[in-house]
Every structure is written in structure tokens, then in C-alpha cells.
Antibody, heavy 113, light 112 residues
Framework: QVQLKESGPGLVQPSQTLFLTCTVS????????VSWVRQPPGKGLEWMGR???????DYNSALKSRLSISRDTSKSQVFLKMNSLQTEDTAMYFC???????WGQGVMVTVSS | DIVMTQGALPNPVPSGESASITCQSS???????????LNWYLQRPGQSPQLLIY???TRASGVSDRFSGSGSGTDFTLKISSVEAEDVGVYYC?????????FGSGTKLEIK
């Protein structure tokens, strides 16, 4: 069945770079795109960006200068890289298959020294 | 960017009553292909969002028929008939007409 699972460090220091991985199963990344969505504690959902099935990317304009999404289709993995992290980047980070039908469980990232 | 604005509910809603959640977009989500590019999600406490409705009015697989979506190009409603305890959570509308995709701020449903 379709599954997505996020992984990455739980704690990142301010000004450092965040690397997250979304490992998918049950579908091919060449057939479906994957989005990244984040949610600060107690707040709403923010769409960050996505990589389409063809490999092209789209980003939230507010994050575009700091964000990069890539993939390794052979490993069924999608990567998020975001630099210059600040405390306001503390959030649960989700990956989701395009159309929003399937989501990972999320990974909590705290930005703190 | 398209701004999505959601209304509030008069919480708590008595169990068995109906509830309607409104969402408004700053731009029409009606495409020339006749489809309206709006999703509705429910995020239960401690869980990932669950897709309820897509194309404004099509229920996702496995979603109860107590949930229905309607609207025009810019004004949308999610109706929950006969609310139950399992419906508790935050409901989000999302436009997927253009990038960046944007969500509403969420509407919390509490049950009495």
C-alpha cells in the first residue's frame, strides 16, 4: 500500500541547514509528485513546495530563497533542504503525495541552540 | 498568492446536529475545464491531515457520506450532517489551482 515516511534531525541549531528525507513506497516518484507541508506547533498548515513526477519543482515564494527539493527515484526518496533556519521554522514537517490523498506521519523539527 | 479565508464554527456543536464550514478564495478556483480546484481536509488531534473532498464536491475514497462539499468559484462550504465524536478536529480548505498551493487558517470543530 501507499506509504510515506519522513526522517531527519529533531533538533537544528539556528542559522544551520535542515535536511529531511521522505521515503515512499507503494508508488513510483516518476508517476506522482510529492509535496512538503509544515505546521508550527498549534498553528495551521503551510505548503512549502513540491517536486513533480517529471522532476520539476515549485516553491512557496516566501521560502524559495532558502528551500530546495530534490529526489532519488532509484531509492524512492524525496529530499528537503532548507538553510538559514530560525526559531520560527520550528514545526512538524510532512510530506504528501500530490493530490493530498496520502500523507506521512510527520517529523518534528525544533530550531534551538 | 491566492488567499483562503475560513469561517469559524459556533462551538461546541451538539452531537447529531449539522455543521457548515465556510471558505472563501481571493480568486476564482473554477478552471476553464469546468473543475473547481478546492480540497477539504480534516486534521484530527495528533494526526496528519486526511483528504475529505477534492474538486470542491467529490468525496475521497472511504469518506463518510455525511460530508459534502459545495460552492461557487470563490465561496465554498463543507457540510457535516449529524456530527459525531470522530469528526472532532481542525478542517482546512486548500486551493490547488495555482502555485503556491495555499491553505485556509483552519476551522476547529468541537462536539457537545
Amino acid at each position: 500500500q501507499v506509504q510515506l515516511k519522513e526522517s531527519g534531525p529533531g533538533l537544528v541549531q539556528p542559522s544551520q541547514t535542515l535536511f529531511l528525507t521522505c521515503t515512499v513506497s507503494g508508488f513510483s516518484l516518476t508517476s506522482y509528485g510529492v509535496s512538503w507541508v509544515r505546521q508550527p506547533p498549534g498553528k495551521g498548515l503551510e505548503w512549502m513546495g513540491r517536486i513533480q513526477n517529471g522532476g520539476s519543482t515549485d516553491y512557496n515564494s516566501a521560502l524559495k530563497s532558502r528551500l530546495s527539493i530534490s529526489r532519488d527515484t532509484s531509492k524512492s526518496q524525496v529530499f528537503l533542504k532548507m538553510n538559514s533556519l530560525q526559531t520560527e521554522d520550528t514545526a512538524m514537517y510532512f510530506c504528501a503525495r500530490s493530490s493530498g490523498t496520502y500523507w506521512g506521519q510527520g517529523v518534528m523539527v525544533t530550531v534551538s541552540s | 498568492d491566492i488567499v483562503m479565508t475560513q469561517g469559524a464554527l459556533p462551538n461546541p456543536v451538539p452531537s447529531g446536529e449539522s455543521a457548515s464550514i465556510t471558505c472563501q478564495s481571493s480568486k476564482s478556483l473554477l478552471h476553464s475545464n469546468g473543475k473547481t480546484y478546492l480540497n477539504w481536509y480534516l486534521q484530527r488531534p495528533g494526526q496528519s491531515p486526511q483528504l475529505l473532498i477534492y474538486w470542491m464536491s467529490t468525496r475521497a475514497s472511504g469518506v463518510s457520506d455525511r460530508f459534502s462539499g459545495s460552492g461557487s468559484g470563490t465561496d465554498f462550504t463543507l457540510k457535516i450532517s449529524s456530527v459525531e465524536a470522530e469528526d472532532v478536529g481542525v478542517y482546512y480548505c486548500q486551493q490547488f489551482l495555482e502555485y503556491p498551493l495555499t491553505f485556509g487558517s483552519g476551522t476547529k470543530l468541537e462536539i457537545k
